[in-house]
């Protein structure tokens, strides 16, 4: 019986080494141990990602809240260099080539003067760089027809005028009594 289940696992010891040595068809794999398994390594986005089209949105004479508005926060703003702007995107892959993308804005005072950087991709390019598995479609467009507009007023609260606006500030504004955080003291 012993050994009858000895030459069971023999030969299922067997099986199971030349079918993993079958799947490994070349020697630089099977020389090396280490690369048969590999960590799971995620693609790794950092930094602000800025798409083409904000770029085509940038003007000079922007103030700095309609750039921070339109771009975002700067990943670095120095305080030596108060009138710069930079922000960096990166993008590292588990596979093929990491991309650094850098942008820089430029203020006089409070007005955007210049802005220069890279190539900044498109929102669809950028998509698909994100997963590489699945082929994306058309994208649609991001803008609200005229029906869309007047169905969604219809919904929205009515807005309250100007004539009624003052006389709900002249109102004596509600006051609030909160009981005392501590217990009485006797």
């Known amino acids: 019986m012993f050994a009858r289940s000895r030459l069971v696992l023999v030969t299922v010891f067997a099986?199971?080494?030349?079918?993993?040595l079958g799947a490994c068809g070349s020697s630089k794999t099977l020389s090396q141990p280490a690369s048969w398994l590999t960590p799971y390594r995620p693609d790794v986005v950092q930094g602000n990602f800025i798409s083409s089209e904000q770029v085509a949105l940038l003007s000079p004479g922007l103030s700095r809240l309609q750039v921070r508005n339109l771009l975002g926060t700067p990943l670095v703003s120095s305080l030596f260099h108060a009138d710069r702007w930079?922000?960096?995107?990166?993008?590292q892959r588990r596979v093929g080539e990491s991309r650094i993308y850098r942008y820089a804005v430029f203020f006089k005072g409070d007005e955007l003067a210049r802005f220069?950087?890279?190539?900044?991709?498109?929102?669809?390019?950028?998509?698909?760089?994100?997963?590489?598995?699945?082929?994306?479609?058309?994208?649609?467009?991001?803008?609200?027809?005229?029906?869309q507009l007047k169905a969604a007023e219809a919904k929205a609260p009515p807005r309250t005028t100007e004539a009624a606006a003052p006389a709900a500030a002249s109102a004596p504004a509600a006051t609030t009594t909160y009981p005392p955080l501590e217990g009485r003291r006797p």
């Open 15 to 20: 099986v199971g080494l030349s079918v993993l």
């Open 86 to 91: 930079d922000y960096v995107f990166s993008m």
């Open 116 to 147: 220069e950087g890279d190539r900044m991709p498109s929102e669809s390019e950028f998509i698909a760089q994100l997963d590489v598995r699945r082929e994306l479609g058309k994208v649609p467009p991001l803008e609200a027809t005229a029906e």
